[in-house]
């Protein structure tokens, strides 16, 4: 079966430092992979997919960038954090399909907390 | 472009009490997808729903794909402590074809249970 792993679970960083998280999928092939964050509990905001090593789209302008030097890795970056990147940060993943109707499958994410 | 709005956007219940929740759109969706985020933890797929018409359950979960393909409902029987949580629905973003499989998320409906 597949998983999603994420980590760290937790993250307390000074504004100006960078940042990584990583993300790792295992059970499958070639699949699609997302990052999103989530402000205040509620909705989720696609960062950037990624369909192929080293193909990535970013969703919105912003401070952070994305990386996949692997088929089933995917790395979220910031050179210099700011206060307004604090949030929850989900990874996730789905069946590359021609399809377009595949559910994605959400890591358990990682709180990002910026002092 | 496409939105799904999902009502109500809280609700505060009995155990015991039947839950109902509906995602609505103004745009048709090929595919409607259910999930359900723990506190502190990533969104969980409920249930998945492909063909108008359609009802599916999940335990005490059940959901349907209305015939319009604008809306879905989830039901939740029996509710229980660990009900809690917010559910969001979810459909394909299809502005984006090909492969992509992106999804647009609801906002979420609040689900409080008390014993």
């Known amino acids: 079966s597949q998983t999603i792993h994420q980590w760290p679970a937790t993250l307390v960083q000074p504004v100006g430092s960078p940042l990584s998280l990583e993300c790792t999928v295992e059970?499958?092939?070639?699949?699609?992979l997302y990052w999103y964050r989530q402000a205040a509990g509620r909705g989720l905001q696609l960062l950037f997919y990624s369909v192929g090593i080293g193909q990535i789209s970013s969703e919105v302008p912003q401070n952070l960038s994305a990386s996949r030097p692997q088929d089933r890795q995917f790395i979220l970056s910031s050179k210099k954090l700011l206060l307004s990147d604090s949030g929850f940060y989900l990874c996730?993943?789905?069946?590359?399909?021609?399809?377009?109707?595949?559910?994605?499958?959400f890591g358990d994410g990682t709180r990002l907390s910026i002092l | 472009g496409q939105q799904l709005n999902q009502s109500p956007q809280s609700m505060f219940i009995q155990e015991g009490e039947d839950v109902s929740m509906n995602c609505t759109s103004s745009s048709i969706f090929n595919t409607w997808l259910w999930y359900k985020q723990d506190p502190g933890e990533g969104p969980v797929l409920l249930i998945a729903?492909?063909?108008?018409?359609e009802l599916t359950s999940n335990g005490r979960l059940t959901a349907q794909f209305g015939i319009t393909r604008k809306d879905s409902f989830l039901n939740i029987s029996a509710s229980i402590p660990s009900d809690v949580g917010i559910y969001f629905c979810a459909g394909p973003d299809l502005n984006y074809g090909g492969a992509t499989n992106k999804l647009i998320f609801g906002t979420g409906t609040l689900l409080a249970v008390q014993p």
């Open positions: 729903l492909y063909k108008a018409g």
């Open positions: 059970g499958t092939s070639n699949p699609n």
């Open positions: 996730a993943w789905s069946t590359r399909t021609t399809g377009n109707n595949q559910p994605q499958h």
